[in-house]
């Protein structure tokens, strides 16, 4: 039993505190130098900015329907494909699950999910310093809109629901890396007050997560998909508003 601990312990103990003893001789030894030592390269005067109580709030709401899009899409897709074969699919075998995600509409939901997300991550680094703020934003959140305004059309087929969520996903993509860069800007909110700021656009993030999925759980798929679409409009305003990023 004391050879095991004693394994154990060399095993998973030893490597990380070795590594955490020379890490620290190093930076010991560069932070001597002046020329190499990043906390003096750190300007002391403070960032005071001028309306700080509406960045928080544009902030925040753009944050909250920015998450309430990008996670609530997750299962808003699964219900719409529910919709749409209970009223476009009839299967000869019946049963309760005649009308549930059948077949290749599990791949569409991978490359919604993971496909479109990996595209817009990539593009929206790509595109990330070769376009200003409020424009590309302005333009990506119009996009949005449109696509969840696709959505409510009667008589749209499988095809044009998955194509239109996966626009959707990978727009909430591109939009999400500049919110993110957003979320810890001492620019932005000022050094005095980032922390504060910081805190309430996440949990805003977080709030929008929950009611994203509440909305594709408890609501109509009609009904989720119209506040939705209404949000990415107040979305559009919140974003093109933002002439201080």
């Avoid at 103990?13 to 620290?24: A, D, K, N, Q, R």
Wanted: charged letters at 10%; glycine letters at 8%.
């Amino acid at each position: 039993m004391e050879s095991v601990c004693g394994v154990y312990l060399s095993t998973f103990f030893l490597p990380p505190i070795v590594m955490l003893h020379f890490y620290l001789d190093v930076n010991k030894a560069e932070c001597d130098m002046e020329s190499s030592c990043p906390a003096k390269k750190v300007p002391k005067e403070d960032i005071v900015v001028p309306n700080i109580g509406w960045r928080i709030v544009k902030a925040s709401v753009a944050s909250f329907i920015s998450l309430v899009q990008g996670y609530g899409s997750i299962l808003l897709l699964p219900v719409l494909l529910r919709d749409q074969n209970e009223h476009h699919i009839q299967y000869d075998e019946g049963g309760p699950c005649e009308n549930t995600v059948h077949g290749n509409q599990f791949l569409m939901l991978g490359l919604v999910s993971g496909g479109a997300n990996l595209v817009g991550r990539l593009a929206g680094y790509f595109f990330f310093k070769r376009f200003p703020f409020r424009i590309m934003q302005s333009g990506l959140a119009v996009l949005l809109a449109l696509s969840y305004g696709a959505l409510l059309f009667n008589g749209i087929g499988v095809m044009t629901t998955v194509i239109a969520m996966g626009v959707a996903k990978m727009v909430y993509s591109m939009m999400r890396l500049e919110l993110t860069l957003m979320e810890c800007d001492p620019v932005f909110f000022g050094t005095a007050t980032i922390a504060t700021a910081s805190s309430i656009m996440m949990g805003s993030g977080m709030a929008g997560a929950v009611a994203g999925n509440a909305f594709a759980v408890f609501m109509t798929p009609y009904a989720a998909v119209i506040c939705t679409f209404v949000m990415s409009w107040v979305l559009v305003i919140a974003v093109a508003s933002m002439h201080e990023r």
